[in-house]
């Protein structure tokens, strides 16, 4: 009987814990819905655009290499822009818009999703599309200048309700949990002018105060100049763009050295860091619950400042809870390597940091941090495998035990 307690447990666990690890990314700027297989299983032919930089990823779609990116004030976007079309390749373009054009987004779900093989409490606070232009030149605008220039809002989930609404829009969700298609759809505003660019951001709020950005650029062409999209998926009346020209080159946003540290510089956007996706250092830090309200956006935002490195070092960041003790909290941080930075060398600092007592870390309550090396691309999506373990654990292991 105990075995099949404990085995009926460990299928449920991974129900227990759908608010960990909250990420994900748009993989297509401009995915176009012409049938219901379209709207159900991602198709990548069907794929016109791209986000900023993607071809330093160019992964499986659903595979987590790095695009995971948590926007904060001073850089809203993964990676700064050091040019227009910098970003993208013959193989991974940018996106083509026209006004008036609706077109789809689309996102893996990574198990982020309301419905009956998870639970109906899966949240999802918020779900935007801002705009930034037309742009003059480069340009790195601060979120705060994104949110000047709402396109459309995504959002409509209810929390409590299996209703694949918002960011959840995932109508194949159970058949792959972790990859499974999402997409929703917009009108391009037609005030916008055409042989411009704009640059996007796709603003997702999974918990309150933990948001992720996905960032890219599309050009706009006349009606003729790209297909629409039928859709079948996604909802989404075009906002109220207010189509001012706040794209100069040399605006209050500036460019790489806004937001880095300068001690650690702020990485390259260019080819130059490819290499540096295939190892990561896992940080595991446990600290004492806090008695209010804990944000990991502003723990991300105090660790990074105090380690001098660029906020998009750290790739993924999730929060657990302690089995053992209702007064512990742990906080699972993955980063990357971005050009010559070494995370191992800045895992380990931080743990000399704990030991230091250091006051922002004391303001943490942090008490030990194990460091693992792990690749990004194989991390493993463990839902679906304790599941069946779970199950398989509690018909055939009180025979074998």
Known sequence: MLYCVLGAFLALLPLLMTNVGAHSWVACTDYKINTDEDANHYNPAKCKGYARNWFQAHADFGVDMGFNYIATEQQACRDPMSSIDGGYTSEYPMAQYSPG??????????????ATCTNPFIP?????????????????PTESQFKQQLVVDMGGHQNGVIDFKGFQNCP??????????????FTVPKS??????????????FNPGQTYATCWEA????????????GSSGSSSSGSSSGSSSGSSSGSSGSSSSSGSS???????????????????????????????????????????????PTQVITFAEVDFDLSSTSKTVVVLTMQNVGSFDP?????????????NDPTLQSYSLESLEVDTVSPAVRPSWSVASVLFGFLFAIFGARFL
């Open 172 to 185: 194949k969700f159970c058949e792959n949990m972790d990859k499974s298609l999402c997409t929703q759809c």
């Open 192 to 205: 916008y002018a055409v042989g411009s660019v704009y640059t996007f951001q796709w603003y997702w709020e």
């Open 124 to 140: 999802d606070t918020q779900l935007k599309l801002y705009s930034y232009g037309p742009l003059n030149g480069p340009a790195n």
């Open 344 to 356: 191992v060398a800045v895992a380990n600092k931080l743990k000399t940091l704990i030991t230091s």
């Open 263 to 309: 001690s650690s510089g702020q990485p390259n956007s260019g080819s130059s860091g490819n290499s540096g996706l295939n190892v990561a250092a896992k940080m595991t830090i446990q600290m004492k619950t806090p008695s209010g309200s804990f944000s990991i956006n502003s723990f991300v935002i105090d660790l990074t400042t105090l380690l001098q490195i």
């Open 219 to 230: 050009r706009i062409g006349s009606s003729s100049s790209s297909g629409s999209s039928s």
């Open 101 to 114: 054009e609706k077109v789809c987004l689309a996102w893996p779900s990574k198990n982020h999703v309301a």
